[in-house]
């Protein structure tokens, strides 16, 4: 058992070697040196003072019980009391100061994660969901905060217990210490055997109390499309199958949990009777008095609940390790270290009027061998109006993210004004850009925060300035509040009040460069109309580039780039497509087939 111990630490050690969770508890160990010595001294305190009321015991009945005699019985007794005392006293230090140590180790690892999400490269985020990033910082935070709390030093503790137990039992007689050793493994067998098998049936239900909760949320997210299609049956048959499968696994948790204390009481049973059975006196195969009996009891009693929590600890000692190498995995990833921090928006685009934007063999891949786009060389004029179009999968989207710099180029790059984008630092791309997405992300805050987002550089006259360009001042002055009114949700808006808003967004620092992706994909006719004039009005001072799938409800634009399989197919003035080019003249006809 102490091997496993020590392979176990030596796997957690190597683990760590290099990691952010080794650097986070040199870093806490540093600040907490005090506390540190106190838990050595509560589990030193602990370990040791739960061997002694064994030895009181055994004084008690040597001493009195057996003789009759009173003499000494009072100290004893105070002794044994105040004994029991110390050990709560220790235990209550060693518990307190591991949860302060191991909540002061869990805040350093989370936010050390949270400025390494800050820096990381933004094509992580292009395979890696928000639910896997959320389970890194909670779930896999969680279980390597158990490794401290419940994990390696507890598991230490309840190893110097029993080291400490089978010495003061083979103190007694070596025939007793050897009967005790060989139940070691039949006890901790049995323990693992039940811990293994209850995990796994709790770790089930878990599953399907998701599956039940899930299915409870989805009724109500569809309940009007459920009535629509009469799925009221199906939706209750599948409710009741989920319910009866969460019904099976609670009942085998249960009966886990109900047979397990008694399995263990009837075990410390059985070795308390052999031991009375073997240092009776018509046996006497022990040799010992009954002061040795009665402590070694005392002390066979007191070795099962080591063990029994040696199995849990192993538990989260596994599950520790695993969180910490997918901490190690995501801490590790690709940071953006191209970006020049001397690099300033004024000092890039010294004047507005001469912003030159150019891409150079540009060619860019998520995965390597798959190219979403290759040798794009384009050179856009100043204030130019731009609209890329083509189907769907192309690759517009990706080249927005390359112009403003949150991708690298696998080959090639794009400038602005000689500048690579790549290199600029994020805290300067508002001033340069202004991006408006097909959806507008509501943040927790006023009406003026959700243009601002916070950014304490810009005026409340900015803000009220981009919200009258867009057409909006009069009405969110009807609100309550006005611009101090809080967004709660998103019923405060309509769509295409969103999406002005988001317009709003994006021009309230006035950058040269305005990208529209697809901005009037979801909206009606008369939306998408004012949506359009608002853009239109502010092309006069901007350098535009849009994605566009409805050819018919682009902005007036100066070049449309055609864009098929990952390459640039055309480039032209709308007269000159229309004229030349036959894939832009047939889609256009068809659009306009089927607004008729």
């Excluded at 195969?285 to 609940?305: E, K, P, Q, R, T």
């Excluded at 849990?312 to 995501?330: K, P, T, W």
Aim: a neutral charge.
């Amino acid at each position: 058992m102490q091997l496993y111990l020590i392979y176990n630490v030596q796997r957690v050690v190597m683990t760590m070697e290099n990691s952010l969770v080794k650097k986070s508890i040199i870093k806490v160990i540093r600040k907490n040196m005090g506390r540190c010595i106190l838990l050595i001294f509560a589990v030193c305190g602990t370990v040791i003072t739960s061997l002694v009321p064994p030895q009181i015991l055994k004084q008690i009945f040597d001493q009195n019980l057996v003789p009759r005699s009173s003499d000494g019985l009072l100290m004893l007794a105070i002794a044994y009391m105040g004994v029991i005392l110390f050990i709560g006293v220790f235990d209550f230090m060693k518990e307190a100061v591991l949860t302060v140590l191991g909540q002061k180790i869990t805040k350093e690892i989370r936010v050390e994660m949270m400025v390494k999400l800050e820096k990381i490269y933004a094509l992580f985020f292009s395979s890696n969901g928000s639910g896997v990033v959320v389970s890194r910082f909670t779930n896999d935070v969680d279980a390597i905060n158990s490794l401290f709390t419940s994990g390696i030093v507890g598991m230490m503790i309840d190893c110097l217990k029993v080291i400490g137990i089978i010495f003061s039992i083979w103190l007694f007689s070596e025939t007793l210490g050897i009967i005790t050793i060989i139940l070691l493994p039949i006890i901790y067998a049995i323990t693992r055997l039940f811990q293994k098998r209850m995990l796994k049936a709790q770790i089930e239900n878990r599953i399907l109390v998701g599956k039940v909760n899930n299915h409870i949320s989805e009724s109500l997210k569809n309940a009007q499309m459920i009535k629509v299609f009469s799925k009221e049956n199906y939706m209750e048959r599948k409710y009741t199958e989920h319910l009866l499968d969460n019904y099976k696994t609670v009942e085998k948790v249960n009966f886990y949990d109900s047979v397990f204390p008694p399995m263990i009481q009837i075990t410390r049973a059985v070795v308390i009777a052999i031991i009375v059975i073997l240092s009776s006196k018509q046996l006497n195969y022990l040799g010992i008095s009954l002061g040795m009996v009665a402590a070694s009891i005392d002390l066979i009693s007191n070795l099962f609940a080591p063990i029994e929590n040696l199995g849990m600890e192993l538990q989260n000692i596994q599950q520790a390790i695993s969180g910490i190498h997918r901490v190690n995995n995501f801490y590790s990833e690709t940071e953006d270290t191209n970006t020049i921090k001397e690099l300033q928006a004024e000092n890039i685009i010294p004047i507005r009027e001469e912003v030159r934007l150019s891409f150079h063999d540009l060619t860019f891949h998520y995965e390597e061998g798959t190219d979403v786009l290759q040798n794009i060389n384009l050179i856009i004029k100043p204030q130019e109006k731009v609209t890329f179009v083509g189907r769907t999968g192309v690759g517009k989207s990706t080249l927005f993210k390359l112009i403003m710099g949150l991708l690298k180029p696998s080959e090639g790059n794009i400038t602005i004004n000689g500048i690579d984008v790549y290199n600029i630092p994020n805290n300067e791309k508002r001033k340069i850009f202004g991006y408006v997405d097909q959806s507008f992300h509501l943040i927790k805050g006023t009406v003026a925060e959700q243009i601002s987002l916070q950014d304490e550089s810009i005026t409340r006259e900015q803000i009220e300035h981009a919200l009258e360009f867009v057409g909006m001042t009069d009405y969110i002055a009807s609100l309550e509040k006005g611009f101090d009114t809080q967004v709660i949700n998103d019923t405060l808006f309509s769509q295409g009040q969103m999406q002005l808003l988001a317009i709003a967004r994006a021009i309230v620092t006035d950058p040269p460069i305005l990208l529209l992706d697809e901005i009037t994909a979801n909206l009606d006719s008369i939306t998408e109309e004012k949506i359009v004039t608002v853009l239109q009005k502010a092309s006069r001072a901007h350098t535009i580039l849009s994605i566009s799938h409805r050819l018919s409800s682009m902005i007036a634009s100066d070049m449309v780039v055609i864009l098929e399989n990952g390459r640039v197919k055309n480039t032209g003035s709308p007269e000159m497509l229309l004229q030349k080019d036959d894939w832009y003249r047939s889609h256009l006809a068809l659009e306009k087939l089927t607004w008729s």
